[in-house]
C-alpha cells in the first residue's frame, strides 16, 4: 500500500445519551452512520469514501463527546464499536471489517490496526455502529452521576475520532482524490 496522506476523520455516533437521572452504570446502542467527515481539511464538513483498494491503518482513535461531567463505567468498557464497508452500489452495509474497544472518553487511545474491505468495488464507504454478524450491539457505556443539572436537559454529540493513513481518500463532491 502506498500511503498518500494520514487523516484525522470524525464520525458522529448515532446515539441517545439519557442524562435524565444521575446513574452509576447506563448505556445506550449506538445504531450506526455512515457519514465519514474529513477533520484536517480546508472544509472539516467534506465527506469521504474509501478507493477499491484501501486498507485502512488506525493509529490511534478517540470516543470525544461534548456532556462535561459524562465518564465511564467503573467495571466496563466506555464503548465497543463495529465497523463494515459497504459499497455505493449496495443499500446495505455487508462485510464486517472488525470491533473497536474504549476504555475512556475524550482521550486518544492507540490502536495499531487494520481494517481492509475485502469485496469493495471503486468506492465504498464506512459504516460504525450497528450489529456486527454475530448479532453484537455497538454500545457506549457511561456513568452520569458527576453530570451537572443544566446537561440534563440538554442533548449534547458524541463522535468517533479516527487517526489513520492510507493510500487516499475519494471526496464525495468532487470525486477528486485527496
Known sequence: ??????????????VNIDLSENLDA????ITGSNLVGLLNSENAARTVYFQKESKIYIKKAMIQG???GILPPIDALA??????????DEPNPTDDLGTLNF?????????DGEFLFKNAHDK??????????NGDDSVLRYRSNNVTDFWKTQSGLMN????IATNGLIDTVTGNLI
Open 160 to 163: 468517533l475520532i479516527l487517526d
Open 103 to 111: 476504555v475512556e472518553f475524550n482521550q486518544f487511545q492507540k490502536i
Open 66 to 68: 461534548n456532556f462535561p
Open 26 to 29: 447506563s448505556q445506550a446502542i
Open 124 to 133: 465504498w464507504r464506512l459504516f460504525c455502529g450497528g450489529q456486527n454478524s
Open 79 to 88: 464503548g465497543t464499536i463495529n465497523f463494515k464497508g459497504f459499497n455505493l
Open 1 to 14: 500500500m502506498k500511503v498518500l496522506g494520514k487523516y484525522l476523520l470524525y464520525i458522529p455516533l448515532a
